[in-house]
């Protein structure tokens, strides 16, 4: 323990010292720095902010120190995040590669492509995008067409992608295709990697309520896609994707704690935007939902750090399964909350009259929605809990 005092102190001493202060504010979606070819910082501070904390090895603190991580365990690595959250330190590299595929790649990849991949997700030289659903496959992933046929030296990759976020935007592509399309349908499945500037791919973005187009329609045609592409055995990628989303879902579930900008949280919106009397908010079904939100909070943040501490123990628990669900639907109910306690404030889409906090507070509204779908929808979630955790039967 004393150890880990001393290193919260260290970690402490050296964000202090290095991170610039305007990167211990708020941030807008337009100040994340994702990497990638195309990938720019929006100043000189987010540029040293994020060289810093990538020669510190602290993009992934807990990646082994030979691929560019920090080589931390996981107590480590916890105390870097809450001290960076101490002084609303930014996140120096928004990245489907750190959240999802590296983690993957360190447990599934072959020397040659964790060489190849893990630094350059590191570095943020390579931005990753996610080729998983398509249309009519999202919740039944597995039931996936996207074929890739082996031509010897190659695969040839032939269907199309939905869903997939910044495809317009990503270098590479890690993608679930069919290998076999005569096994059972988890059986014929294999994990790609490859370049989205290979000939044959082509990328539409789709509208979206938000007003923000990240999402795409990615189309494959006859695209050829090396052999050194392919993750871990071939018609055994299926339990690659299983274990990525795993990683999304973790992140997911605490996605509520680190939203682009901080908008305003509830209690603080109730002291600007509510009528109070005696020290208590007058309008009581307001008071009684803001209760029940701020316990709710309380109660995730104290099953965070239990599951923590009981993955630090080695202890099997059922409550990782059940954070995606709840963490989503939380901040679902706090975005509605939001808009209930800013009333007509909290309905502006543009206009100066509007501050950013009350604009940004209905496009994260809009954006909420999303959460309890990408990564497994909620009712996907409560099927997975239903059979994992109560061992109920299944249809
Ligand atoms: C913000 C966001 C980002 C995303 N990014 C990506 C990405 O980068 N790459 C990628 O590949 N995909 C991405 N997705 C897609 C996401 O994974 C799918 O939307 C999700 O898996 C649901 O699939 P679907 O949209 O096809 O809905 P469907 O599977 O058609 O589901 C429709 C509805 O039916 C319900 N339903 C379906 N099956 C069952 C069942 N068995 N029991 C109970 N209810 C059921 C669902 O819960 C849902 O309410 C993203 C989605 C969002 C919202």
Redesign the pocket.
Same mark, same amino acid.
Request: proline share 0%; aromatic share 14%; net charge negative.
């Given at each position: 323990m004393e150890n880990l005092d001393q290193f919260r102190q260290q970690a402490r001493n050296w964000l202090e010292a290095n991170c610039p202060q305007s990167q211990r504010q708020a941030m807008t979606v337009e100040d994340q720095y994702w990497g990638g070819k195309g990938g720019s910082f929006v100043s000189e501070d987010a540029k040293l902010w994020f060289e810093l904390m990538r020669d510190k090895g602290w993009i992934a603190p807990e990646w082994p120190k030979e691929y560019g991580g920090g080589g931390l365990d996981a107590a480590q690595g916890k105390i870097i995040k809450e001290e960076m959250k101490r002084i609303k330190a930014r996140t120096p590299l928004y990245s489907h590669g750190v959240w999802m595929l590296g983690p993957a790649l360190l447990e599934y990849g072959n020397e040659e492509q964790k060489q190849q991949h893990v630094r350059a997700i590191v570095n943020g030289e390579v931005r990753w995008?996610?080729?998983?659903?398509e249309p009519g496959s999202?919740?039944?992933l597995a039931s996936l067409q996207c074929k890739a046929e082996d031509r010897g030296d190659h695969y040839l990759v032939n269907g199309s992608?939905t869903? &997939? &976020?910044a495809a317009d935007k990503a270098d590479w592509i890690f993608c679930l295709v069919r290998t076999d399309p005569k096994a059972k349908k988890q059986e014929g499945i294999s994990f790609l990697l490859f370049d989205m500037a290979t000939p044959g791919i082509s990328v539409t973005p789709i509208d979206l309520i938000s007003g923000k187009s990240e999402?795409c329609q990615t189309y494959f045609d006859d695209v050829k896609v090396p052999k050194s592409g392919l993750v871990g055995e071939v018609n055994k990628g299926w339990s690659i994707a299983k274990a990525l989303l795993v990683h999304e879902r973790k992140l997911m579930a605490e996605m509520g704690s680190d939203t682009p900008r901080q908008v305003v949280v509830p209690s603080a919106a109730a002291r600007e935007y509510l009528d109070f009397e005696d020290g208590r908010i007058t309008d009581s079904q307001l008071r009684g939902e803001l209760v029940d939100y701020d316990m709710n909070m309380h109660a995730i943040a104290l099953t965070h750090f239990r599951t923590f501490e009981e993955r630090q123990a080695k202890v099997h628990s059922a409550a990782p399964l059940v954070m995606k669900y709840v963490g989503t639907e939380a901040e679902l109910v706090k975005s509605e909350l939001l808009l209930a306690i800013m009333g007509s404030r909290g309905l502006g889409w543009e206009g100066e009259e509007f501050s950013e906090e009350e604009l940004d507070t209905l496009r994260l509204w809009a954006m909420s929605k999303?959460m309890t !779908?990408?990564?497994? &929808?909620s009712? !996907?979630q409560l099927?997975v809990i239903a059979k994992n955790v109560l061992e109920l039967p299944q249809s």
């Open positions: 995008c996610q080729g998983y659903s999202g919740s039944d992608k869903w &997939t &976020t999402f999303s !779908i990408a990564g497994g &929808t009712e !996907i099927n």
